[in-house]
């Protein structure tokens, strides 16, 4: 009786400790998946990393809208384009949508048959430390980048070139925009209601189609904005046209005469580029960050 109340002591403990390994196993965390080989979808891929893993995914058009509600980067390995094209449809004409903090996005090309004043490559709200690289946003989406509500990001070496505006912000701050390149369509961009923006050597391009320049500049309401790092400011395609009697400052590089940012000034501040570039601004040669993941330092 003894030895059969031990066996089966032992059967128990023993079944125990085989479905707490089995239970160990299952936990582990999936830190890397990669698309197509681990899952053809990227949204499929993005709903089975852990929080704070990485998605990388290869050469191909994805036909998808996505929502990132997790800590997470996804970063393209090759070649790699978005394409919303009506599929997938989650109610918001987002080809990406971010509701996470700590998300890294990096490498992709946005395009979508879906065109509106509504659709939106990368839309972010409610989030913190998120960084959008080295991304390309085509003329068949709308708006580029949209951030409302969001708190230390990094938008660092994109090419924006969209139908209606590359960049509009709301309710944002701690906000870094760098080394970008932005063609506008018919307004570069909106800023409303945001706090400690900074905004430098960027290629800005005004749109040389519009029959109404005046009616094309940025528009900034409500918002602090640093629009050079105190030696270099941003390249602005109209800057000659505005300002003919404009020099260079020896051979700085600057010209002489700051370029006001939003004519209109909308809410009485002054926004001025004091150090505007004669020429493009090109990307540092020992620039590490260029896909995404690295030390975040907004505000440099």
Known sequence: MVVAVLVAVL?????????RVQLQAQEEPILLVRVP?????VQEAINNVSDGGRVEVENGTYYEYIRIVKPLTLVCTGEMVIDGGYRN????PYQIYVNASDVTIS?????????????????????QNLEITNNTFTDSTSVGIKLLNV?????????IDVYYMPIMMHYSKNISFTYNVIRDASQQFGLYHSRNIVFHHNNVFNDEWSSHPTNDYPRVSNTTCTWDD?????YWSDYT??????????????????YQIDPDDVDGREHYDYYPLTKDPQLPSNESNRHGGAGRNYLR
């Open 11 to 19: 059967v128990v403990m023993s079944m125990f400790m085989f479905c």
């Open 37 to 41: 080989t681990d899952f053809r979808s």
């Open 241 to 258: 046209v505005r300002y003919p009697n404009a020099t260079e400052i020896g051979s700085s590089g600057v010209w002489d005469t700051p």
């Open 230 to 234: 105190g030696n270099y400011g941003n």
């Open 89 to 92: 449809y989650y109610g918001g």
């Open 151 to 159: 708190q230390n990001a990094r938008v660092f070496n994109n090419t």
């Open 107 to 127: 490498g992709l090309t946005f395009q979508t048959s879906y065109v509106s004043p509504l659709a939106v490559g990368i839309y972010a709200e409610n989030c």
